[in-house]
Nanobody, 123 residues
Framework: QVHLVESGGGLVQAGGSLRLSCAAS????????MGWSRQAPGKEREFVAH????????YYADSVKGRFTISRDNTKNQMYLQMNSLKPEDTAVYYC????????????????WGQGTQVTVSS
């Protein structure tokens, strides 16, 4: 099992940017596919972005495509989510997740999850 900790959340005005980080311990991340998801109040958790173990393949939800960028640095055991042009509807708790096994991008079938970091976008 890999232990994941998110950071970088906060309050930002609409149109602003934030960069989320996900730090891993307990395992080497280079063997894991990883992703970000989010959950807004009163809504189900939804997929945001996915990145393959090498970083060579990425996949995004339509709602964030062109605004968010997922990346990873396996040498630092970290994953990132650069969020630009933020909108009030992006307000949610953001979770990072990892899977040692192949999963279908766009799903939430990750085995390991962090505790989440709050992102609030004001209008």
């Amino acid at each position: 099992q890999v232990h994941l900790v998110e950071s970088g959340g906060g309050l930002v005005q609409a149109g602003g940017s934030l960069r989320l980080s996900c730090a891993a311990s307990g395992r080497t991340l280079s063997n894991y596919a990883m992703g970000w998801s989010r959950q807004a109040p009163g809504k189900e958790r939804e997929f945001v972005a996915h990145i393959s173990w090498s970083g060579g393949n990425t996949y995004y939800a339509d709602s964030v495509k062109g605004r968010f960028t997922i990346s990873r640095d396996n040498t630092k055991n970290q994953m990132y989510l650069q969020m630009n042009s933020l909108k009030p509807e992006d307000t949610a708790v953001y979770y990072c997740a990892a899977s040692r096994f192949t999963i279908v991008p766009g799903t939430l079938d990750y085995a390991d999850w962090g505790q989440g970091t709050q992102v609030t976008v004001s209008s």
